[in-house]
């Protein structure tokens, strides 16, 4: 079993259901004793959703001892049961909480004050290495004698007879059967000042050589598929709300999916091949059930966009996985009739991409206006991809084969949707405009090639084709940038599905001089490069747009010299960021890094790239004096600098051996077509911008929120189009986390504020109640403007629906704050004055005016009752 794990804290201390159980009954009346070292110890499960078997596999097989499935255990039980287990929940018997488990080391043992914690899970058997000076993470049990010494994490059904021996004989610690409240509660009491931790743990290692880096990256296409389910789920379920449609809610087979891939063995791609494939499949099983509430709620939509629910509704949407046929016949008068839903709180323009049989088309929109549009090829790569894994996962070829993508802009009201109609030019309207193609492969190194026809400019190489320069007129950048790839392998530990150890890096070079080829069309300009035989990318720079699309094809890796690489590529500028990079937590606020430092301890540099690789789930930027570049992905990877001026992120893995991580598994994904195997391919996309100092967090922010949350497409044969304009502006700094409708008809709303508080705004708000300088560890370079205070109007974003009560709940809405509030405690902070410095936040929301205020950062749920 991996060693970091996520806990489910499943406590009963009582013998109450334990009666039919053939394990003992323990004593648990033992508390407190002052004066002694008190030992809490707390009996638990672990949760492994799925890891080495799948879900179902866990809870009916014979192993299901580690597993909790508190939600599947529930609905088998009776009502006495069920009663009885309400009545441990309300005394504090039973608890349920989200823990993350590490190991404690060295100095990390002193504790500060006589309370320690054991947890006594039966997933982590460790009576082994406790006996054994072999281990140093146990090898220190007699310590435990010192007065207020130690906190050692480990898993035991049962005290080992030599440390009952000890507490017996030393009299000087009380062991007894406690709960986290009981232990939290009790580190409270004792009325210590704490050090105030503001960062994470990132990247940790379980041996100088072996850093869990590697799942950064692992499993990229199902960390895709997840990332792009959460934005559809937040869309389908705003839908639901907006329309109340007839059908019901059907997104919750998606959510339930979706929270079982969260698994700290699911989405982080460390579980074993057809655990992976358990995950995905219950995600397309969840995404077909909410297709079919998507395509009632857009219809109610359409049909009746200014009343409140609606009847059967006669359109018929279909989506992406039922896309109309590429060979749709346009010529018998038909028209491709295409919604456009914008889930997020401001207008958004962008441009949709379709494929099409024919170029004879033409866009317009709902009021007839023709749409600018433009007609390019589709890659060959693609293609392929398209006709092979179709083979692979649906058994059968594809009828026909698109020619064509269909580009053209779409402008979406906020939390609203447009409609856009595709027909057969007739020859008075002006048909899609056809892309020009051109081929580069000149040996003049002095020739550049010049891409992109609005405020950005992307230069090449003549003579190598390569990236050489990135230019903004409005904003007067220009800088020198280069990407290349690379990839990574290993020796004696090897890389595996937790761990990265690149033991050598080898550049990958283009197979021979290959020519570069550039679309030019209105609305952007495509480059496409091959750079081997199993890399293949096309750069996109949009005229209204100000960054560049980078979207890769990788794979299959090749391994027929028996050695699994890690692909990675390179974006290197001229920069001077000193040793100095910034990486999103969670994809919110973002973390300073510094290359071979960590602020609270003294590093062992041991893996020089490795030992520097962090999580990316939104992007990761550095910045100089001058500039800022930051690379936003659209799944998470594993990404560094582990050069000045220059950013990595790691595309795909193909690896050939286990890392003794506990999975015993080699993360070699395949394909398989009849009886041949063919190694997992990749599609995916990273932006890339360059703006002066201070002012691309804007463009992070917004943008990034885009990338999770794109346009929403459906399509319909039927010739009916209308727009609905939606008042519920929300703004560039809210962003509406949730908004669902409750069985009794109730909304819930959570919303939450994009933007990172400046770092001139809460230094001031901290310097006069902190001793200690922590100006370092807090964001910078936020935007002047958007991070502050925002408002949010309910009685615009419920417009057809009259308010009757706004409650503001907790952030997982099982109680109201005012109550939380009260529980909460307030802890002491090491070089802190009496008075507590409190985080910036909206006020209340006054009944009458309905408006909801939200600070930087911050997250705010609320239930609306509707009269």
Not at 11 to 17: A, D, G, R
Not at 241 to 264: N, P
Not at 770 to 782: A, D, K, S, T, W
Not at 802 to 825: F, G, H, P, T, Y
Request: glycine residues 6%.
């Amino acid at each position: 079993m991996a060693i970091l794990r996520v806990c489910f804290w499943f406590l009963v201390l009582c013998c109450t259901v334990c009666t039919e159980s053939k394990y003992m009954v323990y004593n648990t009346s033992q508390g407190i004793v002052p004066g002694k070292l008190d030992v809490h110890l707390v009996p638990h499960t672990h949760d492994d959703v799925g890891w080495m078997k799948t879900v179902d596999q866990y809870y009916v097989g014979s192993n299901n001892s580690i597993q909790a499935f508190f939600q599947r255990w529930w609905r088998d039980q009776s009502e006495a049961v069920q009663s009885t287990v309400k009545q441990l929940v309300n005394s504090g018997q039973l608890e349920f909480i989200f823990e993350e488990e590490a190991l404690v080391k060295g100095k990390h043992y002193i504790t500060r004050t006589n309370h320690i914690t054991w947890t006594m899970g039966t997933d982590f058997k460790y009576q082994i290495s406790i006996c054994s000076d072999m281990v140093p993470e146990y090898g220190q049990v007699n310590s435990l004698c010192q007065p207020r010494t130690l906190l050692l994490v480990f898993g035991l059904l049962y005290l080992p007879k030599f440390l009952l021996e000890i507490f017996i004989d030393d009299g000087r610690v009380n062991v007894f059967y406690s709960t986290p409240t009981l232990y939290t509660d009790a580190k409270y009491a004792a009325d210590e000042s704490w050090q105030l931790k503001i960062n994470d743990f990132f990247p940790y290692a379980i041996r100088p050589n072996a850093y869990f880096t590697g799942y950064f990256t692992s499993r990229p296409a199902l960390k895709g598929y997840v990332r792009m389910l959460s934005g559809y789920y937040l869309a389908a379920r705003q839908l639901e709300f907006f329309s109340r449609s007839i059908a019901g809610r059907s997104t919750d087979t998606l959510a339930d999916a979706l929270a079982i891939a969260q698994h700290h063995d699911a989405v982080s791609g460390t579980e074993r091949q057809h655990v992976a494939d358990d995950y995905a499949k219950r995600l397309s099983m969840g995404y077909k059930e909410a297709e079919e509430s998507v395509a009632a709620s857009l219809a109610c939509m359409v049909e009746s966009a200014s009343t409140v629910g609606c009847g059967n509704p006669k359109t018929k949407f279909q989506q992406a996985k039922k896309f109309p046929h590429s060979e749709l016949d346009l010529t018998l008068g038909k028209k491709l009739v295409i919604v456009v839903y914008n889930a997020l709180g401001w207008k958004r323009v962008d441009v949709v991409r379709l494929p099409v049989a024919s170029e004879n088309v033409t866009v317009h929109d709902s009021n007839g206006k023709e749409i600018e549009s433009q007609i390019l090829p589709v890659a060959n790569v693609s293609i392929a991809i398209r006709n092979y894994y179709a083979r692979a996962y649906l058994g059968v070829s594809p009828r026909a084969t698109p020619k064509y993508w269909l580009a053209f802009t779409a402008s979406v009201p906020p939390l609203g949707f447009s409609t856009y109609v595709v027909s057969k030019s007739n020859g008075t309207d002006a048909a899609a405009t056809l892309v020009r193609q051109l081929t580069y492969m000149s040996t003049n190194e002095n020739e550049t090639i010049e891409v992109g026809t609005g405020n950005l400019k992307l230069f090449y190489s003549g003579n190598e084709g390569k990236l050489t320069q990135f230019v903004n007129n409005r904003s007067l950048v220009n800088a020198s940038v280069e990407q290349s790839f690379s990839y990574g392998s290993g020796d004696s530990q090897a890389s595996g599905a937790y761990i990265f150890r690149p033991n050598v890096t080898y550049p990958v070079n283009s197979e021979g001089q290959t020519p570069l080829t550039v679309f030019r069309g209105p609305l952007f300009d495509e480059v496409h490069q091959r750079f081997n035989s199993w890399i293949y990318q096309i750069t996109r720079v949009y005229k209204e747009k100000e960054h560049a699309e980078l979207e890769f094809t990788v794979g299959p890796i090749p391994i027929d010299d028996g050695i699994g690489k890690e692909i990675l590529t390179q974006i290197t500028t001229t920069m001077k960021s000193n040793k100095t990079f910034y990486t999103d937590s969670n994809g919110r606020d973002f973390l300073e890094r510094i290359r071979d430092y960590r602020a609270d301890w003294d590093l062992e540099v041991n893996e020089p790239v490795a030992g520097n690789c962090y999580p990316i789930n939104l992007g990761v930027y550095m910045k100089d004096d001058i500039t800022e570049m930051p690379i936003l992905v659209d799944r998470s990877v594993g990404g560094s600098s582990i050069v000045d001026g220059q950013l990595e992120l790691m595309l795909h893995r193909r690896l050939l051996h286990d890392d003794s991580g506990g999975l015993v598994f080699q993360l070699n994904e395949t394909v398989r077509v009849l009886n041949a195997c063919m190694g997992l391919t990749i599609q995916g996309r990273y932006y890339l911008r360059i703006d002066p100092l201070g002012e691309g967090a804007k463009w992070r922010r917004s943008f990034g929120q885009e990338i999770y949350s794109p346009f929403l497409l459906a399509f319909t044969e039927q010739v009916a189009a209308s727009i609905m304009e939606n008042s519920g502006f929300i703004g560039l700094s809210p962003l509406i986390c949730v908004l669902q409708e409750l069985e009794d008809g109730d909304a819930l709303l959570r919303l939450t504020h994009l933007y990172e508080v400046l770092i001139s705004f809460i230094f001031g708000l901290w310097q006069k109640y902190l001793v200690i300088n922590i100006m370092p560890h807090f964001p910078v370079g936020e935007d002047a403007d958007l991070s502050n205070i925002a408002s949010v109007k309910l009685e615009k974003l419920f417009s057809v629906r009259k308010i009757s009560k706004v409650s503001e709940m907790s952030l997982s809405a099982n109680q109201e704050r005012e109550a939380m509030e009260k529980k909460r405690l307030l802890w002491k902070v090491e070089g802190s004055h009496d008075e507590r410095p409190t985080s910036p936040r909206g006020g209340p929301v006054d009944p009458l005016k309905l408006v909801v205020e939200l600070a930087p950062m911050e997250i705010r749920t609320f239930v609306i009752n509707f009269s």
